[in-house]
């Protein structure tokens, strides 16, 4: 009785256990006292049954995986305790059993810790862009608008005007004004400037007001198209009809809204906003290149060095999001019947896409990894976001001292 390892190209160990016939039914008798103590006969005391009455009331295939669990556990657990040099993880896989000249053969597969190679030591001379996070004037502007925008205060009226807001119903009807299709949207401001089509069509008209336009795609948003899937309907006109119009009056930032918006802030003064909005883009900005760039790193890294990921990482993390996807959609009926279909129809590309962007994920990880080992980057919280991307950026920056 032996076993052998083989290192494979996948993370992995290929691992062969052979035992003769008379050392398998060892485990056999093994297994067999396993099954004893839910065996009942009567005039037996309870785990005292007869191993070969035992053996006639277990399945056959039962005790044969009984058989295998035994002999595999045993011989892992002796094969763990003789190479604990190697970093196995994960469970077997890819059993497979075999018989040939009374030896009976079982081989199956364990993944190991991945470790990154090194092709060359170039990866070593890269270094992060700079990065210029200030702010600039037209951003601080743009922020300051969509603040007005969120303090904005609606009045209801009952027209409508380039400052309204207000809802429209629409309905699509085909050439024998049968309908095709129908819904609802809010249409403002950006709607307006994205589609100035929308001017002519809606501006100045009155609350509940209906009117028919030719059913039309060009220059319209979206959100008015037909959906129906039924090919043989084709939408020609479509009713509109307008209702709760209200009008937005977006508030001027001085010292008085200033103290009303972000007085608990401690912010009392236009100067010490527009400080605040600054550092707050700046501060977003630097985290969005800072990210942008440590990727652009580890892409050129990969030239240099390589790892692979054991199909345990992959697998593991693939059954939780599923099963985390599946959860968060199936308790609405809805979208209990969309995951359904989903599941039938599209279930394995989903799980492709999965596996594929988590292997990225740890791929990069464990590359990242290796370089701030090299850069010894020890105070490191890898929990903590973007604590890895700051050190590494204050390390290897280009104008930094290392080398």
Known sequence: MEYTLQAWNASNYHI???????????????????????????????????????????????????????????????????????????????????????????????????????????????????????????????????????????????????????????????????????????????????????????????????????????????????????????????MFTIGDIKNAFYPEFNETTIKKFFGNENIKTKEELLEKISWLISNQKYETILLQNVDALLQKATESLQITIPKTLVDEEVKVRMKSLQERLWWEDKLKEYFQQLWEEQTQKMHEEIKQAWLSSLQKFFILRKITEFYELTDIDWQAPLNVEKKLYEKIWPDSASS
Do not use: C
């Open 16 to 238: 062969t256990v052979t035992l003769s016939k008379d050392e398998l039914a060892w485990y056999k008798s093994k297994a067999l006292t396993a099954f004893q103590k839910d065996i009942k006969e009567p005039w037996f005391r309870p785990w005292h049954v007869p191993l070969d009455i035992v053996e006639k009331k277990v399945q056959p295939q039962y005790l044969e995986v009984a058989i295998m669990e035994e002999a595999i556990h045993a011989w892992t657990k002796k094969m763990l305790d003789e190479n604990k040099d190697i970093k196995f993880i994960g469970n077997i896989y890819d059993l497979d059993k075999s018989e040939k000249d009374n030896i009976v053969s079982f081989t199956y597969k364990l993944d190991i810790y991945p470790e990154v190679e090194e092709k060359n030591d170039a990866w070593q001379s890269l270094r992060l862009e700079a990065i210029d996070a200030s702010a600039t004037e037209q951003e601080i502007d743009e922020t300051l608008t969509n603040l007005s925008k969120q303090y904005a205060s609606y009045e209801t009226t009952d027209e409508v005007s380039p400052d309204s807001v207000f809802k429209v119903s629409f309905i699509h009807t085909d050439a024998n004004e049968k309908v095709v299709d129908q819904g609802s949207a809010y249409i403002g401001k950006e709607e307006f400037i994205e589609f100035p089509w929308l001017d002519a069509l809606f501006l100045w008209k009155k609350e509940w007001e209906s009117f028919t336009q030719a059913y039309t795609e060009e220059n319209m948003p979206p959100v008015f198209f037909s959906r129906h899937t039924d090919k043989s309907l084709t939408p020609t006109q479509t």
